[in-house]
């Protein structure tokens, strides 16, 4: 498999999920599975095929993550993390997930795999028990702790990642001193950029007042070119990264995304590079802008402990 030179992949393992977050490219406003997408999973067989010794020769990275699914949702996860780790002992592996779902003995299975320096997992919970819910919709919060707990007893890196909301803003120092107790590595809040896509409402609403940001004059600093990464969705196609395979396949504000609905994901692998310099498309200038981009939505990074290994 051709990684046009990347050391990092983000990878998107599946489209299947437990959760219906109302920002989600997965469904539409919480509710209905997105028409453009299909529900399906990469398998162990896809990754023995495909990321080899040979394509795995200078990736030094992978972490699971996505736009339509949550990775611990892949049916084989444990299993492809394992031939990863088998086939490049040295590669650090990533994974994103709202935790509630699989079980506490998954978990540990997980932590046990994830026990290099720099693995981790990030367990987006956004709020304490009467909140987490109201965006991670369909979660369990007793489940999410167990889980946690199970994980971090482990050893392995445990990063608590929140995004804030009007409804959640006021648990933020809560949040870190629960994290801190728990034994979680990283405690970091984010307010989402996503209010020029969805609407602001009494039920969800950012923690201050929305201002729509114009992209217009904005100057991307391409995140792919300087991680050197590429983004794999969960059938198996390679895009140059996930913020323009969100946009290809997202219904909500797909008006926003006209011009690159109008290529195919191999179109875009080469287009964007040549468009970066004359006419950036709207998701390069929105995600990353060097005065707005998706690395300005982190407010707060806290760590609370060092590794130990």
Avoid at 54 to 71: Q, S, V, Y
Avoid at 208 to 226: A, L, M, V
Avoid at 279 to 296: L, M, Q, W
Wanted: with cysteine.
């Amino acid at each position: 498999m051709d990684l046009f030179g990347a050391k990092v992949i983000h990878i998107e393992p599946t489209s299947l999920c437990n959760a219906e977050c109302p920002q989600c490219a997965r469904n539409i406003n919480g509710s209905g599975l997105n028409p453009n997408i299909n529900l399906g999973s990469l398998d162990l067989d896809w990754f023995q095929k495909h990321l080899d010794n040979t394509a795995l020769k200078d990736i030094e990275k992978i972490f699971f993550c996505g736009n339509m699914g949550d990775p611990c949702a892949t049916p084989q996860l444990i299993e492809i993390i394992t031939y990863l780790k088998q086939t490049k002992p040295s590669l650090v592996i990533g994974v994103n997930t709202n935790a509630s779902l699989r079980t506490a003995e998954w978990f540990t299975r997980l932590g046990t795999l994830l026990q290099g320096r720099y693995d981790y997992v990030v367990f987006s919970i956004d709020g304490l028990e009467d909140t987490n819910h109201i965006y991670r919709k369909r979660t369990q919060w007793k489940k999410i702790m167990d889980n946690a707990r199970a994980f971090i007893d482990t050893g392995a890196s445990a990063h608590w990642d929140m995004l804030v909301f009007k409804h959640n803003q006021h648990q933020v120092e809560t949040a870190l001193k629960l994290a801190k107790h728990m034994g979680f590595r990283w405690f970091r809040t984010k307010v989402t950029d996503r209010w020029d896509m969805y609407p602001v409402s009494e039920q969800l609403s950012p923690p201050f007042t929305h201002k729509q940001i114009d992209y217009s004059n904005t100057e991307p600093d391409c995140e792919r070119d300087r991680d050197i990464s590429v983004f794999l969705d969960y059938t198996g196609k390679l895009w140059p990264c996930c913020h323009m395979a969100e946009a290809y396949f997202s219904e909500i504000g797909k008006n926003l995304h006209t011009d690159i609905r109008e290529l195919s994901n191999q179109q875009l692998m080469t287009e964007y590079k040549h468009r970066l310099t004359t006419d950036p498309f709207y998701v390069c200038k929105r995600s990353c802008g060097t005065e707005t981009g998706k690395s300005r939505q982190w407010k707060k990074e806290y760590e609370l402990s060092s590794w130990q290994g």
